[in-house]
């Protein structure tokens, strides 16, 4: 180290020497040079040649500002989702308390109900009424007082103009379904392996708040095929509605849609009866009979539980 820092003073004297001056010219001079060895010394000669500082990490020089949004640090909208919540209450009876739905169909309403076509709607043994909030615990009451009892509540959250499927039987072979069309001839739909059940749709209507218009329709559906939209299309091009039992209302929360058979029906190649029946049935308890297995008839009550628009 001493050996290298001679032969730098060296360098040093032969690029700043100057000629012969005035001795009070070579006294400024001498001071000159001396302070500019002295730094370019310090700087080449620290102990132990520190080495520079590393930068420090990107992250540690983000300043809270530097993380605003692009508008000025404006708080951007964020757009509510717009969905309509919908419980799905299925219950069911034993068949031979059909009479009872007769009873609990005269204390609910028609409007604001509207169907495709009364003539079929009601010929595949449909039968629908609407409610509101004062009359919804009342009619969960009736239902429980004909011996019935609550098999499954499916909550949906339908997304405005988005359908979902609730599935009421499995068809694990082709079977025809027969039904009434709209012009009174009886028809059949050849279906299956797949789903059957009841498929609800919501809307929001255009300037109201609080309020959509919900339809409902049985429908078949094939399995389902993955998550290919080729084979989502195949698979749509193959489902099978059946407007003609096709209903729809007005809905705010609180109101609710009670949908019932007319009649009992066993046939299970029909709409009627592959919708509302369960021959197989199910054990119920009865306040002035013995437990007993019987032959049920299922009812769907359809409540409107809140509206995000």
Not at 89 to 99: G, V
Not at 128 to 138: E, I, M, N, S, Y
Not at 146 to 168: C, F, W
Not at 219 to 228: E, N, T, Y
Request: proline share 7%; hydrophobic share 40%; aromatic share 10%.
């Amino acid at each position: 180290m001493i050996d290298a820092n001679r032969d730098m003073f060296c360098v040093l004297r032969t690029v700043f020497r100057v000629p012969r001056r005035p001795m009070e010219s070579l006294r400024r001079t001498g001071f000159s040079l001396l302070s500019a060895i002295c730094i370019l010394f310090s700087a080449f000669c620290l102990p132990g040649c520190a080495k520079p500082e590393p930068e420090a990490p990107m992250w540690e020089r983000v300043k809270i500002g530097d993380l605003a949004p692009q508008d000025g640090g404006q708080t951007q909208s964020v757009e509510l989702l717009k969905i309509t919540r919908l419980d799905v209450h299925i219950f069911e009876i034993p068949a031979d308390n059909i009479d009872e739905i007769d009873n609990i169909r005269k204390k609910l309403f028609i409007r604001p109900l509207k169907l495709k076509d009364y003539e079929a709607f009601s010929a595949n043994s449909f039968l629908v009424r609407f409610g509101q909030v004062d009359l919804w615990r009342q009619a969960n009451d009736w239902i429980l007082e004909a011996e019935g009892r609550n098999i499954v509540k499916v909550s949906l959250m339908l997304a405005d103009g988005e359908a979902q499927t609730i599935t009421i039987a499995g068809l694990d072979r082709p079977q025809p379904i027969y039904y009434k069309a709209a012009d009174g001839l009886r028809k059949g739909a050849n279906v299956g392996p797949g789903i059957f059940g009841l498929r609800v749709n919501a809307d929001k209507i255009p300037g109201s708040r609080g309020v959509c218009n919900l339809v409902a329709y049985p429908v078949f559906s094939p399995p389902m095929q993955g998550a290919i939209p080729q084979l989502k299309e195949v698979g749509k091009s193959r489902e099978f509605p059946f407007t003609c039992a096709a209903f729809g209302s007005k809905m705010s929360p609180g109101d609710f849609v009670f949908l019932a058979p007319k009649e009992y029906i066993s046939d299970q190649t029909t709409l009627g009866g592959l919708f509302f029946s369960n021959p197989q049935g199910g054990l119920f308890f009865s306040k002035t009979k013995s437990p007993e297995y019987k032959p049920a008839i299922r009812i769907f009550l359809l409540v409107c539980t809140g509206i995000n628009y």
